[in-house]
């Protein structure tokens, strides 16, 4: 029978969690997970759930919740005309491969290399966040044929690695190739749910040798699944309202400066230290 005492430290941090990552993706519009695997990591390492799993329990749980995000989120830009489904349906099967591949490579790695991988592509989000001008372009339109089957596997992969929807690295992509940047965020939504359902379909599967909290199936935690849910639906709003009161910029830099220290910190970890 678990602890009592600390079933409840894990509902609390959890909540705080969750609270935090939804008025972040509400005020600056940048995907949940990216917060939520850092978060996951020190709270289950803090809570005594240690092991060479515990980042595959991170990534799988964090993806879980993309799935109802990134349906919700497509809902919502859909009724608005925002989602490009040229786009999305084009570049679906690709990213749907890469999201596989990248659960199969990710339930076969150890905690510290995930650890490493996940700083090291946090730096860059990090830093392109931080140093990304909007006027950026490398074409006038998105790629296709063997360019599209080249950067689409990529994306829902390098997604999976990092435990987070199609924002961090669609919508740089697609503004890059000259979409405009509500299109791209509304379309990189599609890319989430593309990345989410199949990883996490395999993360379902895996076999965890470590102690895992309760009510952890394959490697997805449904306590954390259920509370990030509720927990963002609450302060997404509040997040929206803020960005319309203020402006978000600033605070966009503010955040690129902590994702960049998050991701170094990762990566000290990772080395040992």
């Known amino acids: 029978m678990p602890d009592t005492m600390l079933l ?36 289950f390492q803090t809570l005594g759930y240690d092991g060479p799993q515990l980042m595959q329990m991170c990534l799988a749980t964090s993806l879980a919740t993309i799935i109802v995000t990134s349906l919700r989120s497509v809902h919502s830009h859909n009724k608005k005309g925002a989602v490009d489904w040229t786009i999305l349906r ?28 996940f700083g090291a592509l946090a730096l860059v989000v990090g830093l392109y966040m931080g140093f990304g001008r909007a006027h950026w372009r490398l074409a006038d339109e998105m790629p296709k044929g063997p360019r599209r089957w080249t ?4 994306v829902g992969f390098l997604s999976v690695l990092m435990g987070i929807g199609g924002g961090s690295f669609g919508v740089p992509l697609m503004s890059l190739h000259n979409v405009p940047i ?82 170094l910190n990762m990566l000290r970890r990772a080395m040992g230290y």
Do not use: C, E
């Open 151 to 154: 950067y689409s596997p990529l």
């Open 182 to 263: 509500h299109r791209a965020v509304a379309t990189a939504a599609g890319f989430g749910l593309l990345i989410a359902v199949p990883s996490v379909v395999g993360f379902l599967t895996v076999d965890m040798t470590m102690p895992v909290p309760p009510l952890t199936i394959g490697s997805v935690n449904f306590v954390a699944f259920g509370i990030i849910i509720a927990m963002t639906l609450v302060t997404a709003p509040w997040g929206v309202k803020l960005a319309h009161a203020m402006d978000p910029k600033p605070l966009k830099r503010v955040f690129a400066v902590f994702l960049v220290l998050v991701a």
């Open 8 to 43: 409840l430290q894990m509902l609390i941090m959890l909540m705080i969690i969750g609270a935090f990552a939804g008025v972040l993706a509400g005020l600056l519009g940048v995907g949940g997970g990216i917060v939520l695997v850092p978060a996951f990591f020190y709270a």
């Open 90 to 117: 084009g570049w679906a099967p690709g990213i749907v491969i890469g999201a596989v591949l990248g659960m199969l490579v990710v339930a076969q790695l150890r905690s510290s290399t995930l650890q490493a991988i």
